[in-house]
């Protein structure tokens, strides 16, 4: 009966909700990223393209994702495509091995070097954000170009944002995805807004080529201000999916844009964040089941 059950369930996922998660990913595979790199590259947008995947525990799989992500890299700079990877590092076995983690991301980081690429790394939940920001901090010294997300819903944020701009560091700052505890990040919109402002501040004052990856209107607002008294190199980052009309108007406004784009077959846990946080899309998925 179970197994039963479960087999219906698993047909609903991919006969109903793939179709609407395929707004937010480009689709199963590389080839699938590059047409999507290529059109944003087309309307002034770069890509910043991430191989579907978390928490991978098997070696033979995390090492299958450093593999993918070569041939990401190679098909970009073959490709002539402004764009560049976005990894996680759960996906290279954080958590289950982390020395093996450590040399997979190297791999993928001397290869971001190689073909003159960027390489950011995603934050992921909070029992690794610690590592991940040690990691990045590790790695940033060996290796140039690197940057990290960080999230403003995070307590700690501001203490991170002040560690990685003390070395030098680059940082994507975005709100935060993940389910967290009020122990670990701010519980309301207006005091995870307010860190942001914060954090975007010091971006500005101190930072240099990071990225202010929001569709939050007022948040670009306060942002384009900012940039008016400073000299740093920023961009905006936004979802594939979200707020297009933003991205064009801010390209035409003269702003660098990128847009993150997925792809992959392990599309559930990265769209489930996507319909949980803006409730149109909750009613966008009902009405496609009836
Ligand atoms: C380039 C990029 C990289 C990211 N990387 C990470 C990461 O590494 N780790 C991490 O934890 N999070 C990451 N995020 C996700 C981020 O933390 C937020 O969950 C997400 O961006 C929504 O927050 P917001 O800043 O857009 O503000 P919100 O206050 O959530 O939204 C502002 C407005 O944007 C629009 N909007 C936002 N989300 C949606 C949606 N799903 N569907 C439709 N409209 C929407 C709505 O108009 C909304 O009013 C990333 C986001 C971006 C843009």
Do not use: C
Request: glycine fraction near 8%.
């Amino acid at each position: 009966m179970w197994f039963l059950w479960r087999r219906y369930a698993l047909g609903v996922k991919e006969k109903v909700v793939l179709p609407l998660a395929k707004r937010w990913i480009s689709g199963p595979d590389l080839s699938a990223a590059i047409d999507d790199a290529k059109k944003a590259n087309s309307r002034g947008i770069g890509a910043v393209v991430n191989f579907l995947g978390e928490e991978i525990m098997d070696p033979t799989a995390a090492d299958a994702q450093v593999e993918e992500y070569l041939r990401l890299q190679a098909a970009l700079a073959d490709g002539g495509i402004r764009g560049f990877a976005s990894v996680k590092l759960t996906q290279l076995g954080m958590g289950s091995d982390d020395e093996a983690m450590r040399n997979r991301f190297d791999k993928i980081a001397a290869n971001a070097e190689k073909t003159s690429q960027l390489l950011w790394i995603d934050m992921e939940g909070s029992k690794f954000t610690e590592k991940t920001v040690a990691t990045y901090l590790d790695a940033h010294d060996h290796h140039r170009s690197l940057g990290v997300a960080i999230q403003a819903y995070a307590r700690r944020s501001e203490a991170d944002v002040d560690a990685i701009l003390n070395r030098g560091g680059m940082v994507r700052l975005v709100k935060g995805a993940y389910r967290e505890g009020s122990d670990f990040a701010f519980p309301t919109k207006p005091e995870i807004n307010k860190n942001f402002e914060r954090l975007m501040t010091a971006l500005f004052e101190r930072g240099d080529g990071f990225a202010i990856a929001t569709h939050d209107g007022a948040l670009i607002e306060r942002a384009k201000v900012l940039a008016e008294s400073s000299h740093a190199k920023f961009r905006f980052e936004l979802l594939k999916g979200i707020r297009d009309d933003l991205k064009v108007d801010l390209v035409k406004s003269g702003y660098a844009v990128s847009e993150y784009l997925p792809y992959g077959d392990r599309w559930w846990a990265y769209s489930k964040r996507r319909i949980s946080e803006h409730p149109s899309n909750v009613w966008l998925l009902l009405r496609s089941m009836v």
